[in-house]
Nanobody, 121 residues
Framework: QVQLVESGGESVQAGGSLRLSCAASGYNNRPYCMAWFRQKAGKEREGIAAVVSYGATYYADFMKGRFTASRDNAKSTLYLQMNSLQPDDTAMYYC???????????????WGQGTQVTVSS
């Protein structure tokens, strides 16, 4: 069966950086669109960045250039480099796979369990 496993989340100080990874397995074909989402406590899940198999990337407007998404198709892994982290970035971060190029959660079929990022001031 398909599986998405996120890693790299931890507690950091404001201004710090983290790199999240999401390893995909069990797919017969290369996933078309892989994306990062986050969900803050008590809030709805929001899209961060989506990367398609040929490399095109789409970012949510609120990113303001602090986060960079990339993928290594040979390793079936999606990455999220996060810089200048702020307490408001505290959330559970998820990766997901879709057959369309999108950042709408309802367009994604497969989800990982998430990795927690906590940013303290």
């Amino acid at each position: 069966q398909v599986q998405l496993v996120e890693s790299g989340g931890e507690s950091v100080q404001a201004g710090g950086s983290l790199r999240l990874s999401c390893a995909a397995s069990g797919y017969n074909n290369r996933p078309y669109c892989m994306a990062w989402f986050r969900q803050k406590a008590g809030k709805e899940r929001e899209g961060i960045a989506a990367v398609v198999s040929y490399g095109a990337t789409y970012y949510a407007d609120f990113m303001k250039g602090r986060f960079t998404a990339s993928r290594d198709n040979a390793k079936s892994t999606l990455y999220l480099q996060m810089n200048s982290l702020q307490p408001d970035d505290t959330a559970m971060y998820y990766c997901a796979v879709s057959r369309v190029f999108s950042l709408r959660p309802q367009d994604f079929d497969d989800w990982g369990q998430g990795t927690q990022v906590t940013v303290s001031s």
